[in-house]
Nanobody
Framework: QVQLVESGGGLVQAGGSLRLSCAAS????????MGWFRQAPGKEREFVAA????????VYADSVKGRFTISRDNAKNTVYLQMNSLKPEDTAVYYC??????????????WGQGTQVTVSS
């Protein structure tokens, strides 16, 4: 079955960096747009970033543009989210997702279980 397994979350001070990873199995990874979403306590899940099948095109939420970078390694079936200059408002559970199309509102074919990112001030 399809599995997306995130890792790399943790506690970091404001201004610090973290790198999230998401290892995929059970799907043809290179055929999927891959994305990251996040959900803060008491808030709805929101789009963070997405990356096209080849990795040549990216799209980011305005709140993370210039600070976060999404990338993928199709040989390793893995997608990454490099997060720099972290702010307390970035605190959330971060989810990896396999999107059907290159559109932040695309149907999602698979979700990871989530990894907690906490940024202290």
């Amino acid at each position: 079955q399809v599995q997306l397994v995130e890792s790399g979350g943790g506690l970091v001070q404001a201004g610090g960096s973290l790198r999230l990873s998401c290892a995929a199995s059970g799907l043809t990874f290179s055929r999927y747009v891959m994305g990251w979403f996040r959900q803060a306590p008491g808030k709805e899940r929101e789009f963070v970033a997405a990356l096209s099948w080849s990795g040549g095109s990216t799209v980011y939420a305005d709140s993370v543009k210039g600070r976060f970078t999404i990338s993928r390694d199709n040989a390793k079936n893995t997608v990454y989210l490099q997060m720099n200059s972290l702010k307390p408002e970035d605190t959330a559970v971060y989810y990896c997702a396999a999107l059907r199309t290159y559109n932040r509102n695309s149907p999602i074919d698979a979700w990871g279980q989530g990894t907690q990112v906490t940024v202290s001030s």
